[in-house]
């Protein structure tokens, strides 16, 4: 079927949108690649080629000819949405099978792209049972699962305050980090029966760039060593901020005199 220089356009713009949404949500970087290859071979584009990273898609179609375009997208870093992963891969999959045309497939990825976030409450509550049961997972007691459950749903409406105010991710994970290791240390000096190092361990678990940290290795293992490189550094500088907010908390309370010592 013959097509003009627009649709080639609309169709490679509809594939990078598509990929820049799996990008924002969280997917691996060759299961991003796959897609837009397969989207763009669906439509019987010719001589195309795709390339991505984690905050950028390079893409380009019909280079050798007068209809030729590409496109060039920067996409943050963002945290993972399993649920529009799950709905852009149905569409993606439609799409190859010929049962979605263009029109709809702009339908449908705004639908995608308007999947909501939980609750707050919803991730709150999560946030606080994670955190319970990593303390009692970590050596913690009954009473410090359940103050690392109260201190983890505090954690995650801050999380989200700092989001919406679009705080920078690393100034939230040492905020988020010290706000643990304080409340911790105050529980501590209150003569409550805790384990403080359990309750800052099961606190900082949603803190963890562990995401991050497994992209990057099996995007090492794939070869896309600028991708993994981007990912590993995520994950060390997100460890050295918990690290930081851990760390600067203690040695603060350890020079106020009167304070409980620390095991």
């Known amino acids: 079927m013959s097509r003009n220089q627009s649709n080639n356009k609309e169709i490679l713009t509809l594939a990078v949108e598509i990929g820049d949404a799996l990008l924002r949500s969280g997917s691996e970087i060759y299961r991003v690649e796959d897609t837009l290859f397969h989207i763009l071979d669906a439509f019987g584009l010719e001589n195309f080629d795709v390339y991505v990273l984690s905050n950028g898609i ?17 996409v943050p870093l963002s945290d993972v949405h399993l649920g529009k992963i799950a709905a852009l891969n149905q569409l993606s999959r439609e799409i190859c099978d010929h049962s979605c045309d263009i029109e709809e497939a702009w339908e449908r990825l705004a639908a995608c792209k308007s999947i909501p976030e939980p609750k707050p409450w919803v991730q709150g509550l999560s946030c606080g049972i994670g955190c319970g049961c990593f303390c009692a997972i970590f050596g913690g007691g009954f009473f410090d699962s359940i ?3 109260i201190l983890g749903i505090f954690l995650q409406y801050m999380r989200m305050d700092h989001e919406n105010r679009k705080v920078s991710k690393f100034m939230t994970n040492i905020v988020g980090s010290a706000f643990l290791t304080a409340a911790s240390l105050l529980l501590l000096n209150l003569k409550l029966p805790v384990m403080q190092d359990k309750i800052v361990i099961g606190g900082i678990v949603p803190l963890l760039p562990g995401i991050a940290l ?11 060593y ?14 050295m901020c918990i690290a930081v907010g851990v760390g600067f908390v ?4 350890q020079h106020i005199p009167g304070g409980v010592s620390l095991p």
Do not use: M, P, Q, W
């Open 58 to 74: 390079f893409a380009s179609a019909n280079e050798d000819k007068e209809d030729g375009c590409s496109i060039i997208r920067h």
């Open 147 to 149: 103050f690392a459950l």
């Open 214 to 224: 497994t992209t990057s290795i099996r995007d090492l293992f794939n070869g896309d």
């Open 226 to 239: 600028l991708s993994g490189a981007i990912h590993l550094l995520d994950a060390l500088l997100t460890g």
């Open 250 to 253: 203690i040695i603060v309370y």
